[in-house]
């Protein structure tokens, strides 16, 4: 890995959409959006980039939140459904493995979870998730558990034929054949006819759910708090931040913000 501060300016300049994951990349410390943090995400969209969230939060909250946020779609649950803005209404694009029948695969999933480890609670957001089951193992204090244990449930989960992935607050969980990966690809060629956007999208992200999409984008950036999951990823991101959470997430947009306005002052002979 690699400061961001080293990105090259022809790197930069490719750069058309931004995948983001939210928690523990936008949020601080305190789970919260900083003024700061999304004042960038407003500078990025009037730059002209393609903002989208990529995230285990629940379909409830992103059905609402495309409607406020200053991004182009929120793909949630872990890549089960994205909502974007056509002509001012809201759309949903569904991963089309989502099964039909969520409430059985629920309960085969919390069993063996509970089976595991029945220290493990739902995620308090569940009742507003479409197709994902939550775990909460790192969201409160007072049910936090370690990594390792979180592993552990993951995998018992997964012996009963269900995927999912761990965040820094949750073990997501379901019955389908996507993830955030899969569906970003997906919702990029479906939405936008982008057969590559390996040539023209970064990922910033912070957790080990967040191997996949490192491995894939050759422009991927973690925030500095993803060095304690680093052990446990098999593929790290090109570039890391100087800064955690959301303050990092800032710092690259920064330099890219400044490498768009350069080229741009440069086009039409302007000063800097």
């Not at 400061?3 to 939210?22: A, P, R, S, Y």
Request: aromatic content about 12%; glycine content about 6%; overall charge negative.
């Amino acid at each position: 890995m690699k400061n961001i501060n080293e990105i090259t300016e022809n790197e930069l300049l490719k750069i058309k959409f931004i995948l983001t994951d939210i928690d523990g990349t936008l949020t601080g410390s305190d789970g919260k959006i900083s003024p700061k943090t999304y004042e960038t995400l407003w500078k990025l969209r009037e730059a002209g980039f393609k903002i989208i969230p990529v995230t285990g939060r629940t379909a409830g909250w992103a059905s609402v939140a495309i409607m406020d946020w200053p991004v182009d779609a929120i793909i949630a649950e872990s890549g089960s459904i994205a909502y974007y803005l056509e002509n001012g209404s809201r759309k949903e694009f569904i991963h089309p493995s989502v099964p039909k029948d969520r409430g059985s695969a629920h309960e085969e999933i919390k069993r063996a979870a509970f089976a595991r480890n029945p220290k493990i609670k739902v995620s308090i957001d569940q009742y507003s998730r479409f197709n994902d089951f939550a775990l909460n193992y790192g969201e409160d204090e007072e049910d936090r558990l370690t990594f390792e244990e979180a592993k552990e449930i993951l995998e018992a989960v997964k012996a009963v034929g269900a995927a999912g992935n761990i965040s820094s607050i949750h073990v997501n969980t379901w019955f389908g054949d996507y993830d955030k990966l899969p569906m970003s690809l997906l919702f990029l060629k479906e939405h936008y006819g982008i057969e590559n956007p390996e040539d023209c999208a970064v990922y910033f992200g912070d957790a080990a759910n967040d191997e996949e999409m490192f491995g894939y984008f050759p422009l991927s950036c973690a925030v500095a708090n993803f060095m304690k999951y680093a052990e446990f990823s098999k593929h790290l991101p090109t570039y890391i931040t100087t800064f955690e959470g959301g303050e990092g997430f800032s710092e690259a947009a920064e330099i890219l913000l400044t490498a768009r306005k350069n080229k741009i002052a440069e086009k039409y002979n302007l000063s800097r």
